[in-house]
């Protein structure tokens, strides 16, 4: 059995304890931090091939399941956590410039946050995916008040109070689900949830509706978003850059648990989330836009934006359909990075603007380099908007194609372009404010930084990139869809013998 | 006894709940305590509740579940750093906002 598929959650584990550990100059621990967040990339590429070519299957301890824990890797996974792997790589770099120095232990909070994600994308077992976002959380709590002020303990204390009922939920929901099925594993709780009794299916379903609740909180879905917009815009810009992943382990375990779990083998209880994704995600759709209209920082917009893009993508998993899955697969690795590189690049402007001025949405002093700075923007605006040519485009244009012709489309279409068009007026209305409006002041900034800015380009030159590679791209989402809408084939990898074994 | 012990998890709960919604840090704080004791003893109750019954030891025929004792202890161990995170942040915010509401704001 090949260790490959634990070594994602091995190495920023090893590295972060001998980080926390070591005594060694501020260099040399972002040197080390660097080069295992770098090679998540490899990484998650060489997973990303083998998954290609089937499912991994990971017993810990060879444990077979279920009894044991095992880590899948399925293509789902292994996009997940490429995208982890590019978004975390750039924000370390973009961290490595003094942000990492504004409090203590900045690099190993920085891996177990990442150990935490790459252990949520990988698991196949239901309470270790708990554990795991214990993990991503607890140090995310730690990141977000990272270098504090009055604004960061505010919006954390909500934060952390939020997800601490969270966590309780999810521990209700663990326990009904075990207490009837009598399993945790994912795969295993997929059979079983086939062969339930009618009177039971009613408390399964009541379980599963709980998860939705659990996962909609990390997601930011409507009901649920309230939080987001001021702890994204409070915290610093490197952190902000990699919790633009964290509402996507949200949407994953979505993905995964109703795709596998309460997926089409399910009788009466597959697909039971779809009827109420749908109104859900064209409500956060509409109230992201407008939130993005009032935003008063350029942080707080693209905060915003981050709630627009999961309304999007909750659309796309509403829908359901391989179409709609697979372009819901394509906006999120466009948003991901691309809002990722929005957060980054306010961090710059923060800087650039000195503190007087930070990323409020007035009219500053002149900046230096506007053409870079300004043509930077755009790109990145004219991206996130779907635009084309650029991949928010291709993205938004495979949705609305998946939506077909009937009501749906009548729904989807009006919402999407809408609060495309909200999006793009705050966008240009910042922009304009930003760039071209001055005022007479000495700026006490600091000059641009050129690594913090190859960190922006890098994670912006995924969105030409994907256009250019828009058709192996696409037919690897397009598998990947197929494969999570056949549970069957993750149940027989997980249970390769289980045809034989069971009496 | 199950009645008893839903109607414990209840009260625990009920309990938990009213606190978390006053909006002040502490009673939040023992509020969500009282909300992880009742789901630690909601998870126990899942192996299902039996008297007299060994754990897993020599050879009995029933034995109690082992697994939701397992998920409980990590539960306990997880719930008890996050009660300990909440209260330094609480306290912190007391510090810095010079307030324990939890919106930092509000009558002292």
């Known amino acids: 059995m090949s260790h490959l598929p634990i070594l994602p959650v091995l190495l920023p584990m090893i590295v972060g304890a001998v980080l926390l550990l070591l005594r060694g100059s501020m260099d040399f621990k972002r040197g080390v931090g660097l080069i295992a967040t770098f090679l998540q990339i490899p990484l998650a590429i060489l997973l990303l091939l083998r998954a290609s070519e089937g499912t991994l299957v990971y017993a810990l301890g060879n444990w077979m399941p279920p009894f044991g824990i095992v880590l899948v890797v399925d293509r789902l996974s292994a996009l997940m956590l490429l995208i982890t792997a590019v978004l975390a790589f750039c924000a370390l770099l973009y961290a490595i410039r003094g942000d990492d120095a504004a409090g203590r232990n900045f690099h190993p909070l920085f891996q177990f946050q990442l150990m935490g994600i790459t252990g949520a994308f990988l698991t196949g077992d239901l309470f270790n995916l708990f554990v795991f976002f214990e993990i991503l959380l607890i140090s995310s709590y730690a990141l977000l008040l990272h270098g504090a002020g009055s604004a960061r303990v505010r919006a954390g204390l909500h934060y952390v109070l939020l997800n601490l009922t969270g966590s309780a939920l999810f521990l209700i929901a663990v326990g009904t689900l075990y207490g009837v099925l009598g399993t945790l594993n994912m795969a295993d709780l997929a059979v079983r949830v086939g062969q339930l009794s009618a009177e039971d299916q009613p408390l399964v379903g009541a379980a599963g509706m709980l998860l939705l609740v659990v996962f909609g909180l990390k997601t930011a879905i409507f009901p649920l978003y309230f939080w987001l917009p001021r702890a994204y815009s409070s915290a610093s810009a490197p952190v902000a850059a990699l919790f633009a992943i964290m509402t996507k382990v949200g949407l994953y375990s979505i993905l995964r648990v109703y795709t596998l779990i309460f997926g089409e083998q399910a009788n009466t209880l597959a697909h039971m989330v779809n009827d109420w994704l749908w109104p859900l995600a064209l409500m956060t759709l509409a109230l992201g836009a407008i939130g993005s209209l009032a935003a008063a920082t350029l942080t707080g917009l693209v905060a915003y934006l981050v709630v627009l893009s999961v309304g999007t993508m909750l659309a796309g998993l509403a829908i359901g359909t391989p179409e709609a899955l697979r372009a819901t697969l394509f906006y999120l690795m466009h948003s991901t990075w691309i809002t990722g590189a929005l957060f980054l690049f306010s961090g710059v402007l923060q800087r650039v603007r000195g503190p007087r001025f930070a990323a409020r949405l007035v009219a500053g002093p002149a900046l230096p380099y506007p053409m870079l700075l300004g043509g930077i923007f755009f790109l990145a605006a004219m991206s996130i908007v779907g635009?084309?040519?650029?991949?928010?485009?291709?993205?938004?244009?495979?949705?609305?194609?998946?939506?077909?012709?009937?009501?749906?489309?009548?729904?989807?279409?009006?919402?999407?372009?809408?609060?495309?068009?909200?999006?793009?007026?705050?966008?240009?209305?910042?922009?304009?404010?930003?760039?071209?409006?001055?005022?007479?002041?000495?700026?006490?900034?600091?000059?641009?930084?050129?690594?913090?800015?190859?960190?922006?380009?890098?994670?912006?030159?995924?969105?030409?990139?994907?256009?250019?590679?828009?058709?192996?791209?696409?037919?690897?989402?397009?598998?990947?869809?197929?494969?999570?809408?056949?549970p069957q084939n993750y149940i027989d990898a997980v249970f390769p013998t289980a045809t034989e074994a069971s009496p | 006894m199950e009645l008893m012990f839903a109607l414990l998890?209840?009260?625990?709960?009920?309990?938990?709940?009213?606190?978390?919604?006053?909006?002040?840090?502490?009673?939040?704080?023992?509020?969500?305590?009282?909300?992880?004791?009742?789901?630690?003893?909601?998870?126990?109750?899942?192996?299902r509740i039996d008297e007299a019954v060994p754990a897993v030891l020599g050879e009995h025929i029933d034995y109690a579940d082992p697994l939701p004792q397992a998920l409980v202890l990590t539960a306990i161990v997880i719930g008890f750093?996050?009660?300990?995170?909440?209260?330094?942040?609480?306290?912190?915010?007391?510090?810095?906002?010079?307030?324990d509401h939890v919106d930092g704001k509000g009558d002292r």
């Open chain 2, 9 to 47: 998890i209840g009260l625990l709960t009920s309990c938990g709940v009213f606190l978390l919604l006053r909006a002040r840090t502490f009673p939040v704080v023992v509020g969500l305590t009282l909300i992880g004791y009742a789901v630690n003893l909601f998870l126990f109750s899942m192996g």
């Open chain 1, 387 to 486: 635009m084309p040519p650029l991949s928010g485009f291709i993205g938004k244009l495979l949705l609305l194609s998946a939506a077909g012709m009937g009501h749906l489309a009548a729904w989807l279409y009006p919402v999407v372009l809408g609060s495309g068009l909200l999006a793009l007026i705050a966008l240009s209305r910042a922009g304009t404010t930003l760039f071209w409006r001055q005022t007479e002041v000495s700026a006490s900034a600091e000059p641009l930084d050129a690594l913090r800015m190859t960190a922006v380009l890098l994670l912006l030159l995924a969105s030409p990139l994907l256009v250019v590679f828009a058709e192996p791209v696409l037919t690897y989402l397009a598998a990947t869809a197929d494969q999570l809408l056949q």
């Open chain 2, 81 to 99: 750093a996050m009660t300990a995170f909440a209260l330094v942040l609480s306290l912190r915010a007391q510090g810095e906002l010079d307030s």
